[in-house]
Every structure is written in C-alpha cells, then in structure tokens.
C-alpha cells in the first residue's frame, strides 16, 4: 500500500495559510457566479410547474431560487421546531444542527429562508478551504490544484453554495473532523465529528471513518500511548445520540427519523435494494433532459464506488471505508439512485482521486473542468426554477 503521510509542502503554496485562502476565494468566486445564474434563471426561465416550496419563499425574488423542495421542511424545524404523526411526512427524518444554525442566523438577517442561504454559502466556501488544506497534503501542487477544481465545479456543487439544504454543513464538519485527526487533534475530531452526525444520518458512517484512521495514525507512529488520547473521536457519535434521546423523549422513538422514512415510500427492503423503482421510472420520462438528469444518479454512484480500491491504496484504511459505505449503504437506501449526486459531495477523497487521475493529462482535465462546470451551471438554473434534480 502506498504511504498516507503528507508530500512535501509545495513553495509555491507558502505560507501555510496561503493556499486555503485562494481555495475559499475560488470557491466565493463561484458562489457568486453560480447567484448570479440563479437570479437569471429566475428572471428569465419559465417555472418547471412543479409544487412550489412550503411555506412559501417571501423575501427578495432574486435569490428565491435557492428555496426549493426540502428547503421547506428545513424552514419549519427553524421556524416552528419538530412534529412527528406517525404514517405522514413529518420533520424528524431532517436531523438539526442546519435548521439550528437557520434559526439563530434568522434572528440577525431578519429571514429564516434567507438565513439558510447563507448558512450554506459560508459553510461551501470553509469546506472548499478545508478541502484544499487536506488534499495538498497528499498530492502533488498540480493534482491538488485540480481536485479542487473539480469539487468546487461539481455539477451539484450548488447544494454547498447557496441552495438550502443541509449538505454543506455536514460536509464542512465532515472534512473538519478528518483534518483535525490528521493534525492529532483526535477530541476536536470527536467534538465536530459529533456536529456532522446530528447534520445527516450517513454522519453515523463517520464515526467508523475516524475509528479507522485513528488505529491507521497509532500503528504509523507505532506508539501505544496514542490509544488512550484516540479515544476521543468517539466523541463523533454524540450528535447521533443526541438526536435519538431527543426523538425518544419527544416522541417515544428514537429512531423516529428512520422509521419516518416510511412516509417517503424509502423503506427498506427487496423493492428498495433491488431497485424495482429505479427500472419503472427509467422508462417514464417523455423529456430526454429529464431523463439525462435522472440516469445522472447511478452513473456518478458507480463511478464513485469505482474510485474506492484506489482510495484504499492512496489514502489509507480509514478514507476507504467511509467512502465505501457513504456511497453503498446511501445507494441501498434510496429506492432509486435519486440524491446520490447530491450524497457524492460528501465523498470527498473521491474529488481527490479525480484530481489526481486528470492532473497529468491536460486535455482530459480541461475537458473535465469545462463538462463540469457548464453542468453546475445549468443544474443550478434548473433547480431555481423547480425542477427536482436530487
């Protein structure tokens, strides 16, 4: 297996802090950019004539766009806390920490949809930041450079830069967990490692990710000693545990937010791991763009999972299985495949492996940077005008 230790520090790139401040001013960059489409699309395209998001989006018409479907259900934890009637859809499937981060920007901003917003964009750029500052440890200056790019032009990077929905927030904690283990900071890892399982429920994935990587940085420094200091990413399932005390007190279930799920036709079982959905709706759409969107899901999940043997040999024990099982048991779980573009994000060494793959071969990286960023493009025209991409 090849080495998880750090490359040298590329001199272009220092001082340290340098490199994950151009990171997080690319990312603003695109953030703006992506507003910017957003408002246009808004102004100009014509509604998909899907259910628009309740409660309805009142504040300024040019960002209403990143309001759309889940957002609502994120806008009434913040607004009126949890409810949960057993057999309808109910709020406790959506764990709390982003609609607690709504609510406390809302009493600033004067706007709960409008406080999501921006919850998301900074979260997105500090996880681009973040990003840049794991991966250039890793890879060459140029591979880095370029994983970076990919991540932040991800088709569906629009969920991390303005659309309200929780993932941009989970994956900054996700990332902020896994960077503070590998600068041996292993309670810290836990503290916001614990954030990251009260954000989603695949957050539970993380726990073992950190277990791994931890007993993979003991056996590297061969110190026994370490065990007892490791200890502390235990911490990370606190956010989980939390959540599920407070379903049971509330509600007499702790699991409320997986026996929820009923409710969205996403239980499990044969019909849902087999995919019987996925085959049904394949052949129902009449519009090929809606098709394309569709097949979107399981092309970029297999390709993921195709990217994780390589995770393994590059980046160690502890990356290979957190990939492994965000992406298996997120695809088991969906009856579908729909929301695995969006899940991917979390999937970080994924963009890295990308990046490295694509570093050395201008052609082929140029071509991914332009495919990329002109889907993120019309993805996220798409999404502020309905349509329900994931």
């Known amino acids: 297996m090849q080495s998880t230790r750090a490359l040298p520090a590329d001199p272009i790139e220092s001082p340290a802090w340098r490199g994950p401040l151009l ?12 507003f910017v489409v957003s408002g246009l699309a808004v102004a100009l395209l014509p509604w998909s004539g899907q259910p628009h998001v309740f409660p309805p989006f009142t504040g300024h018409r040019l960002v209403e766009g990143w309001a759309q479907w889940d957002s609502g259900w994120y806008y009434r934890i913040a607004h009126d806390g949890y409810s949960y009637v057993e057999g309808q ?4 499937v959506f764990f709390p920490v982003y609609p607690l981060l709504m609510r406390v920007t809302a009493g600033a901003v004067g706007s709960t949809y409008l406080a999501g917003i921006l919850v998301t964009a900074a979260a997105g750029v ?6 840049f500052t794991w991966v250039r440890e890793r890879l060459s200056p140029s591979a880095a450079r370029a994983a970076l790019l990919l991540f932040v032009l991800y088709p569906y990077a629009f969920f991390m830069f303005g659309a309200v929905y929780a993932d941009a927030v989970f994956i900054l904690a996700v990332i902020g967990a896994f960077v503070l283990l590998e600068h041996d900071h292993p309670w810290l890892a836990g503290l916001v490692g614990a954030v990251a399982t009260a954000s989603r429920p695949m957050g539970a994935v993380l726990v073992i990710g950190l277990v791994v990587r931890a007993w993979e940085r003991r056996r590297e420094a061969e110190d026994g000693t370490r ?8 911490l990370s399932a606190g ?3 939390a959540f599920s005390l407070y379903l049971w007190s509330r509600f007499g279930d702790p699991l409320a937010f997986l026996t929820g799920q009923e409710a969205w036709d996403q239980q499990a079982g044969l019909h849902t791991w087999l995919k019987i959905q996925f085959f049904e709706d394949v052949t129902n759409f009449s519009s090929p763009l809606s098709w ?6 399981p092309i970029f999940t297999f390709a993921g999972l195709a990217l994780v043997p390589r995770i393994f040999r590059r980046f160690g024990k502890g990356y290979g299985i957190y990939v492994l099982l965000l992406i298996g048991l997120s695809a088991l779980s969906t009856k579908n495949f729909f929301g695995m573009s969006r899940y991917l994000l979390a999937a970080f060494p994924c963009f890295a492996i990308a990046g490295e793959l694509v570093a050395d071969r201008p052609a082929l990286r140029k071509t991914a940077t332009a495919a990329s960023a002109l889907g993120l493009v019309a993805l996220t025209a798409a999404f502020s005008r309905g349509y329900y991409l994931s």
């Open 89 to 92: 859809q109910s709020t406790v």
């Open 227 to 234: 065990k007892w200091r490791d200890v502390g990413v235990l």
């Open 23 to 34: 990171a997080a001013g690319l990312a603003a960059t695109v953030a703006v950019v992506l």
């Open 126 to 131: 500090a996880s681009a930041a973040l990003f």
């Open 292 to 297: 394309l969107t569709f097949v979107a899901h």
């Open 239 to 241: 956010g989980l545990v």
